[in-house]
């Protein structure tokens, strides 16, 4: 097949839906589709690339100033259109209802091409990040979704991560008559397993030996992800147990999260690793005694599959879809959201057991094995066929 995927947030930022349109593009590729993916510039203008096995064409676009190293392709229509008739897919898969999702949906109709969508957006964690607008967080909720509703409904077959990511719509989509599934983002269980991780790796981003247990967390360090919670949190476990924080990844919030550790008192336990390459992310998955994601907007999250396939229990919070990930009290705790005191009585019941950690390993193993991404291809594999041949009929 000939798979046109357009988004509008693509590697190398630092995202779910950037990791999942490269890992899809990527997978497909490598099963023998030909892939093209429509993707914003880094430099500002429009330009061709190769991402190992396939080709992304990067549309003119201009930082955006609410996420650090976020561009965004504001009016593409020419430059995506081009880009659809020059290679003329059998199917476009469009990963966001922004500038270049909408024209690529647009273009599809018109040259009846078969479109999916994916629904990665929760329009709050747009809100959380632009704070002047926080007075008019409902009306501007409101009206983003009843968008989000009304743009989906123009595709052909519309996906979420999770079942809970389209329960948080199914108000909004009532009117909505495509196909609504929910199919996993997936991860490379190729990638991520459990191991040693070596002395060098551990000194070069200044973590304690094998003996500290460590809570991890990776991902955009912006205020939707509620990290002050997780800080303050590991204030109070570090009051009953030993332990350390390795944070991955770069945003906005970065300097005010140190400082905030530092105020706490725990900024020689906590490790602010930056931005890493992807090789590292692997090896640092794999140090984590638990995983920590205190975001209350997660429509699954492809960094804590990665961490329960790496062996690691986790504690996540009951908001979005995130808690899907977690049998709870087999592979880590569910607790309640923006509470620091409840996150940190669940992080020490795993530390201070360790039969109960290594129980909540396994079966966090157990539960990413379902998420292999190679189902995930399958499953859009057949999605696309079945609307080719509907086209087709």
């Known amino acids: ?20 349109s490269r890992n899809l593009a990527q997978g497909l590729a490598a099963k023998g589709h030909e892939v ?37 392709s504001v009016t593409p229509q020419r430059e995506v259109k081009k880009i659809i008739e020059d290679f003329d897919p059998d199917v476009i898969h469009i990963q966001s209802m922004l500038g270049i999702g909408r024209a690529a949906l647009m273009t599809g109709k018109k040259h009846n091409i078969p ?15 632009m704070r002047l607008l926080a007075p008019f967080a409902r009306p501007i909720n409101y009206i983003l979704k009843n968008y989000g509703a009304r743009f989906h409904s123009n595709a052909d ?18 009117d909505v008559s495509i196909p609504v599934e929910a199919v996993s983002n997936g991860i490379d269980l190729s990638r991520f397993s459990p191991g040693e991780v070596s002395s060098e790796l551990r000194k070069k981003y200044g973590l304690p030996s094998e003996k500290t247990p460590i809570i991890t967390y990776l991902g955009r360090l912006d205020s939707e992800k509620h990290l002050p919670v997780m800080l303050h949190a590991a204030r109070r476990v570090f009051d009953e147990v030993d332990g350390h924080v390795l944070i991955v990844g770069h ?78 009290g087999k592979n880590g705790f569910v607790c309640e959201t923006d509470n620091d005191a409840d996150m940190a009585e669940k992080i020490v019941a795993i530390l201070k057991d360790k039969k109960l950690q290594e129980s909540m390993s396994k079966r966090s ?29």
């Open 115 to 129: 479109v999916v969508a994916t629904n990665h957006a929760m329009p709050e964690n747009l809100i959380e990040n």
């Open 365 to 393: 193993i157990e539960i990413a094995k379902t998420h292999d991404i190679q189902h995930t291809l399958a499953r859009f594999e057949a999605i696309y066929q079945q609307l080719i041949d509907q086209y087709g009929a």
């Open 157 to 174: 077959y519309l996906t979420s991560p999770t079942q809970s990511a389209i329960n948080l719509y199914k108000d909004d989509m009532k």
């Open 36 to 72: 093209v993916v429509i993707a914003p510039s880094q430099t500002g203008r429009g330009y061709e690339e190769y991402d190992k096995n396939h080709v992304v064409k990067r549309t003119m676009a201009l930082p955006f100033p609410f996420y650090q190293n976020f561009r965004i």
């Open 1 to 20: 097949m000939k798979i046109l995927i357009a988004s509008d947030l693509h590697w190398p930022t630092i995202n779910g839906v950037a990791s999942f």
């Open 251 to 328: 945003g906005n919030e970065a300097e005010y999260l140190k400082e905030l550790s530092k105020q706490l008192g725990i900024e020689k336990k906590v490790t602010f690793a930056g931005r890493v390459s992807d090789e590292d992310v692997t090896k640092l998955q794999k140090v984590g005694s638990v995983f920590c994601m205190p975001s209350p907007a997660e429509l699954q999250c492809i960094a804590c599959l990665e961490a329960m396939a790496s062996g690691s229990p986790i504690v996540v919070v009951k908001a979005g879809a995130v808690h899907e990930l977690c049998d709870e």
